[in-house]
């Protein structure tokens, strides 16, 4: 419904007419259907609708200085100096760009392997291109908004994205293996492809943020954190799935499952590790904001869940309960409590005090997911369970 009122109001100009006048919106007075100001714009959109070009550019100038010269409040001042800089972001979309460069990436990395490839320093960096592009884009919406900009479903996930893209980066550095580098670019261009194609659901907007955000610090450091631990575990679970799928292919060793298995659990031990440490630092504002460490929210609840399916695998682990190839194949159904924190307390249950980052739809995109991941999990475990029989 909010959606379609807000389509509603871009197809019939309101939302530009309100827009001029920051008054508008703030209900001191209805808009006055004499002003320049208004009169320009719709001059302007006459001017793009008709296809006037040098008419369309100079309109588009005296629209610019019309905005500029309204009374704007003083928090919103600092932000009329990034314009041209929020025009070249939403020309270039940074995203859009990392996300394919991401699959080209991926389909550098699964060449064959008699093709030339770079010896030099170089080469590493050229691997790093897709995360730099995404870095520069998630820059210039911090420089834009002026705050972390993760307070919506967008933010997380393209933050996400990074994070995935990130990790998945610095373990090539560690282990030199382009197999494990192509599966983890592979997940972060997943991502950003289905955040580009749903912007009704996931909204790209960059509207301001309520009263309880407004602080960087916490801001940052808090959900930052919190966020990012997502991305460890989305590589746990990109490692898991991939070993299933070579179950379900018949294309499994155990060579695979204990180079792969350790890169798991490496991933867990990260993701818990940030998971944890965003808990304790989201007690600490919220002692500080809402004046109680835990009250047992459902953000935080669901949060806590997540972080101790995870402790669980990495314990059963350590004592030997749960081998490599269990640890694989649990780690996709743990990023389930993962969905639950990230996707389902705002989109599903959308109550608690966390309600800045409530919306609604994608139920059945999510839903799909946890279906079609249970059904790997188990075509995938009869087929191990058929192969140790034989």
Not at 11 to 16: D, E, F, I, K, R
Not at 125 to 134: C, E, K, R, T
Not at 154 to 164: N, P
Not at 329 to 336: D, E, G, K, N, V
Request: glycine share 6%; with cysteine.
């Amino acid at each position: 419904r909010e959606q379609m009122y807000l389509f509603e109001q871009i197809q019939t100009g309101s939302l530009l007419v309100e827009s001029m006048d920051p008054e508008i919106q703030s209900g001191q007075h209805a808009p006055n259907p004499n002003s320049k100001a208004i009169n320009n714009l719709k001059a302007y959109l006459q001017a793009v609708t008709s296809h006037q070009g040098f008419e369309e550019a100079r309109l588009a100038q005296q629209v610019k200085q019309d905005l500029l010269a309204q009374n704007w409040p003083e928090t919103l001042k600092p932000q009329l100096g990034h314009l041209d800089l929020e025009v070249l972001y939403n020309t270039w979309q940074p995203f859009r760009w990392a996300c394919w460069i991401f699959f080209l990436a991926v389909a550098f990395l699964m060449a064959p392997e008699r093709l030339p490839r770079p010896k030099s320093p170089w080469h590493e960096i050229l691997l790093a291109l897709p995360v730099l592009v995404l870095m520069l884009g998630f820059a210039t919406r911090v420089t834009i908004t002026g705050f972390a900009p993760v307070t919506n479903m967008y933010g997380t996930m393209v933050w996400v994205s990074l994070g995935i893209g990130l990790f998945g980066w610095v373990f090539n550095l560690f282990y030199k293996n382009r197999t494990l580098l192509a599966l983890i670019y592979f997940g972060s261009f997943v991502l950003l492809l289905i955040t580009d194609q749903i912007p009704l659901v996931i909204s790209p907007d960059m509207d301001p943020i309520v009263a309880v955000l407004r602080s960087n610090l916490w801001l940052t450091i808090h959900v930052l954190t919190i966020t990012i631990s997502y991305a460890a575990f989305s590589l746990a679970m990109i490692l898991g799935n991939a070993t299933m799928i070579r179950e379900m292919l018949g294309m499994q060793n155990d060579e695979w499952v204990k180079i792969y298995s350790h890169y798991c659990y490496r991933a867990c031990q990260l993701g818990v590790f940030l998971l944890s440490v965003g808990i304790i630092l989201g007690g600490v504002w919220a002692d500080y904001s809402w004046g109680r460490f835990w009250g047992w929210d459902p953000k935080e609840t669901w949060a806590l869940i997540a972080d101790l399916g995870f402790l669980v695998l990495l314990h059963g682990r350590f004592v030997g309960w749960i081998t490599p190839y269990r640890l694989l194949i649990c780690a996709p159904l743990s990023y389930l409590l993962v969905i639950m924190a990230w996707y389902g307390v705002n989109f599903i249950l959308a109550t608690g005090l966390h309600s800045y980052g409530f919306s609604s739809g994608g139920a059945q995109m999510v839903t799909s997911f946890v279906i079609i991941q249970l059904c790997i999990l188990a075509v995938a475990s009869f087929r191990h369970w058929k192969r140790l029989r034989t």
